[in-house]
């Protein structure tokens, strides 16, 4: 083991400090310690906590970590919130959290500042649980909105999902994604001295999930919750999913091909499914928009011009899957691998449009549809 992943064992706060920075940055160092803490993770409870902005979430988990401390528990506080981090007040908010915890060395906050893409996010935080967990931390609270893909599978990452939610809300609570409202274990009233609290938790019921309610500012019913929360770990005792896909073989994105872009877009949008990417790739001559689906992604492609590959697919066959591009540990070896076998190989390894390595696989060796195959990279 590293001499920093040591030291993190050990509790040393600095050092998991800065390699949670290392972390959210893809810093390849820090992701190397990560990687060698990994076998120490498990232990940790993982409570998702989100809601719509203005429920009171920060205060909730602000008492719900003092209760912990009081128990002799230590806890990580993941806060992810996109609204926050374009403003730079995250980095506010966390230091003012900090001096309401006083520097406890039991109490670890981050609030996720990456910029990086869809899906990069969720990564990012499901390294970070990882890393806290590894280091030993008793409980990780992940802080989300509760709104946007990015949350859903952000949520996703917790073992009880907590769904915060305030009275007045009115039909807002029909704005809340739908996969928060589904994923939720329990729901919370907060600021249940409010007029309204009585009909949301009407509203509710027919979701037959324990409905709690507090009144965080006060510390009202805080007992209550984190009972829910305990009985609710000793019972779900959910496997904490596997995060570190490194090493297998996993489908990156379907790529499909359409006469017209914004037209397909429109109807994948209606499912729900957001664009995380567009561009037009020069050399293929083709409009590319990339959404992320789960773990992997549909890939639309429109011809760019009248003579390009995706042009003449689209006028022999019509318009349908193109490809289907799986990622693998190490392309090298898997081509390799593919040539001593006899698979017909299309092209040498080449540079994509996002930089990584990829290569294709005529359908003949693969059942009929087209492959790609590609380098999978840190990102
Ligand atoms: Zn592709």
């Not at 203005?54 to 230590?74: C, P, W």
């Not at 899906?119 to 990012?124: E, P």
């Not at 029909?174 to 996969?179: C, L, N, P, V, Y």
């Amino acid at each position: 083991m590293n001499e920093v992943a040591s030291r993190i064992r050990e509790g040393d706060a600095r050092s998991l400090a800065r390699t949670a920075t290392g972390v959210e940055n893809r810093d390849p160092q820090a992701l190397e310690t990560l990687r060698e803490l990994a076998p120490f993770a498990g232990g940790a409870r993982i409570i998702g906590i989100t809601g719509p902005p203005g429920a009171g979430k920060s205060t909730l988990v602000d008492v719900l970590a003092a209760a912990l401390r009081k128990q002799g528990k230590t806890v990580a506080i993941i806060a992810v919130d996109p609204t926050s981090r374009m403003t730079g007040g995250a980095i506010l908010g966390d230091r003012i959290r900090m001096q309401q915890h006083h520097a406890d060395s039991g109490i670890f906050i981050r609030s996720m500042a990456t910029r990086g893409s869809t899906g990069g996010l969720a990564r990012a935080t499901a390294d970070l649980v990882r890393l806290m967990d590894a280091a030993g931390k008793d409980y990780v609270v992940i802080e989300t909105l509760g709104v946007g893909q990015d949350e859903v599978e952000i949520a996703g990452l917790a073992q009880i999902t907590v769904v915060v939610l305030v009275p007045g809300m009115g039909d807002d609570v029909q704005a809340i994604k739908a996969g928060i409202l589904e994923i939720a274990d329990i729901f919370v009233i907060n600021k249940s001295d409010q007029p309204g609290a009585d009909r949301l938790e009407i509203e509710l019921q027919h979701l037959h999930k324990p409905i709690l309610r507090t009144i965080a500012t006060e510390g009202t019913g805080i007992e209550e919750l984190l009972q829910s929360i305990t009985n609710r770990s000793l019972t779900v005792a959910a496997p904490i999913p596997s995060r570190d896909r490194q090493g297998a073989v996993g489908l990156d994105h379907l790529g499909i091909v359409v006469p017209a872009l914004d037209a397909a877009l429109a109807f994948y949008q209606t499912l729900g499914l957001a664009v995380a990417h567009r561009e037009t790739v020069a050399t293929e001559k083709v409009h590319v928009a990339l959404l992320p689906a789960g773990d992997s992604r549909i890939e639309l492609l429109e011809p760019a011009a009248p003579d390009s590959p995706i042009a003449k697919f689209l006028e022999k066959r019509g318009p349908g899957l193109h490809h289907v591009a799986l990622k693998v540990p190490d392309l090298a070896a898997a081509v390799e691998r593919l040539r001593a076998s006899g698979a017909r190989l299309l092209n040498e390894p080449r540079q994509g449009a996002g930089g990584h390595l990829y290569v294709f696989v005529h359908p003949a060796s693969t059942g009929g549809v087209l492959l790609e195959l590609i380098q999978e990279t840190e990102t």
